[in-house]
C-alpha cells in the first residue's frame, strides 16, 4: 500500500465524505482485510482532532461457521446490547464510515439462502434505529472501498500485477487524479445538484422507463424531492454519503410502480451474487421475479417483510458516469449502483419526502414512504435504457436517452 497515496483517499473519506468535525468520534466499520487502509483513516482523523476511533470487523469466515454449523433455532439470536450500542453511536453524533472491499468476493455463494436470510432479518430488526437514522440523515456517514487482491481479482480478470492495475481503474472513479480532489468533489456536487434541482422543479408525476426488456412505470407523490451528492445532517453539516456517487435520487411512491424492469448488471443480495434478474410490478408490489442464477436468494430476500417487494428508491445515473465508461462490473453495489438506473426494493428514504424527518411509520405508508428492514438496490440502467417524465396529464419529457441525461 501506497501509503501517501491512502492518505490522500483517506482525506477525501473524511474532509469531504464524512466531514469530520474537531471533537467527533468516528465509527469505521471494516472486512479485517481492510485492516491497513483502516488503521490510515484513524490516524487521520485522530489528526484532524478525532477524540476516539471505533474499528468493528465483521468477518466473514466467522460469519459462514456460524451459518455452516449452528442450530437453526439460534440463527435468530442478537446480542441485546447490539441496539443499545448503535443508539449511542446516533444519539453521540458519531460519524460512520462503512469501508467495504471484501477478501472474498464470492464468499457466500452455495450458502444456504433460507439460513443467511434468517440471520441478516434478525440483525436488520435489531438494527432498525440505525438504518432510519441513515435514511433521514440524522448522523454524517460514508461508504466507500478499499480494494483487496481478492475483490480486484474479481474485477480484472486476473490477480497479475493487481495492485497496479485496479488503481489505475480506481484513480479517475474517485478523482484522485485531480491537483485538489476534495474540490474535485465539489464541482461535481454542483452537476448533481443541478440535475436534482431540474427534477424538482418539473415535479414529474411519474417516471417511464423503457429499454430491452424494462418497460416501468415508477409512480411519485407530490412532496417527493430529489437529492444527489452531498446531503446535509441533523447537526448542520454536509457530507458526502457515498464516495463515490453519480447518482440523482427520490423516493417514490411506493403505492404506484408499474411494469417490468430487467436488471443490467449483478446484484449482491445478502452477500449472494443474483444475475439476470428480472420483476414485474402490479400495484406497486413485485407480483412476479425470477433470475438466471441465485434465484433462491432474491425470493429470499423478498420474503423478509411484506414491504421488501415494494419500491422505496428510484435513481437516475447517465452513462457519462466515469464508472460506466470503465467498462467494468465491480461486484460491488457502491460502484456498480453508480454506473446505472437503478431502482430498490426495500426502505425507503424519508429525506426525499418532505417534512417527513420524525415522522413515525403509519405517517411514512400513508405518505407513500416505504417502511421495510430491507433495501437493495437493482441496476436497470444501460446505454439502451431511456427515461421520461410524464405530468399528470402524461405529457412527457425526456431525462435521459439512450443512457445519458438529456436535461
Known amino acids: 500500500m501506497d501509503i501517501s497515496a491512502a492518505e490522500r483517499y483517506a482525506d ?5 465524505g464524512v466531514n469530520l468535525a474537531a471533537g467527533q468520534p468516528l465509527l469505521v466499520r471494516a472486512d479485517p482485510a481492510n485492516r491497513e487502509f483502516a488503521g490510515v483513516l484513524a490516524g487521520r482523523a485522530y489528526a484532524l482532532g478525532s477524540p476516539y476511533v471505533y474499528t468493528v470487523y465483521g468477518d466473514t469466515k466467522l460469519e459462514l461457521a456460524r451459518l455452516s454449523h449452528a442450530g437453526a433455532d439460534t440463527l435468530s439470536y442478537v446480542p441485546s446490547f447490539l441496539p443499545g450500542l448503535y443508539r449511542t453511536y446516533i444519539e453521540e453524533n458519531w460519524a460512520s464510515v462503512a469501508l467495504t472491499g471484501p477478501e472474498d468476493p464470492d464468499a457466500y455463494e452455495g450458502v444456504d439462502p433460507a439460513r443467511l436470510g434468517s440471520l441478516r432479518k434478525a440483525m436488520s430488526k435489531a438494527t432498525r434505529e440505525w438504518l432510519e437514522a441513515i435514511s433521514s440523515n440524522k448522523i454524517r456517514w460514508n461508504v466507500c472501498l478499499w480494494p483487496t487482491p481478492g475483490w480486484a481479482a474479481k474485477v480484472l480478470g486476473s490477480p497479475d500485477d493487481w495492485e497496479r492495475r485496479i488503481w489505475e481503474v ?26 436534482a434541482s431540474f427534477l424538482n422543479g418539473a415535479r414529474f408525476d411519474r417516471f417511464h422507463l423503457t429499454g430491452p426488456g424494462t418497460d416501468l412505470y415508477v409512480g411519485m407523490a407530490p412532496d417527493r424531492v430529489f437529492a444527489g451528492g452531498r446531503g ?19 423516493t417514490p411512491d411506493f403505492r404506484r410502480t408499474e411494469g417490468r424492469a430487467a436488471c443490467t448488471r449483478p446484484v449482491q443480495v445478502n452477500g449472494t451474487n443474483v444475475e439476470g434478474a428480472w420483476f414485474e410490478f402490479e400495484a406497486g408490489r413485485v407480483k412476479a421475479f425470477g433470475a438466471s442464477r441465485n434465484e433462491g436468494a432474491l425470493a429470499e430476500y423478498l420474503s423478509t417483510d411484506e414491504n421488501a417487494r415494494f419500491l422505496g428508491e428510484i435513481a437516475l445515473v447517465g452513462t457519462d458516469s466515469p464508472i460506466y465508461r470503465s467498462g467494468r ?8 449502483e453508480n454506473a446505472a438506473i437503478h431502482i430498490a426494493l426495500g426502505n425507503g428514504y424519508t429525506e426525499c419526502v418532505e417534512g417527513a424527518r420524525g415522522a413515525g411509520v403509519q405517517d411514512l405508508l400513508a405518505r407513500g414512504c416505504n417502511v421495510s428492514l430491507v433495501h437493495v438496490d437493482f441496476m436497470i440502467g444501460s446505454d439502451e ?22 436535461v
Request: proline share 5%.
Open 170 to 195: 480506481l484513480t479517475p472513479i474517485l478523482r484522485l487524479d485531480a491537483a485538489d480532489p476534495a474540490a474535485a468533489w465539489l464541482a461535481h456536487d454542483a452537476e448533481l445538484k443541478r440535475r
Open 232 to 250: 446535509v445532517a441533523r447537526d448542520g453539516r454536509d457530507f458526502f454519503p457515498n464516495i463515490p456517487t453519480e447518482e440523482v435520487f427520490s
Open 12 to 16: 477525501v473519506i473524511l474532509k469531504s
Open 329 to 336: 462490473i465491480f461486484h460491488s453495489i457502491l460502484f456498480d
Open 385 to 406: 435504457v431511456s427515461v421520461d417524465g410524464l405530468d399528470a396529464s402524461g405529457a412527457a419529457t425526456r431525462i435521459i436517452s439512450a443512457g445519458r441525461f438529456a
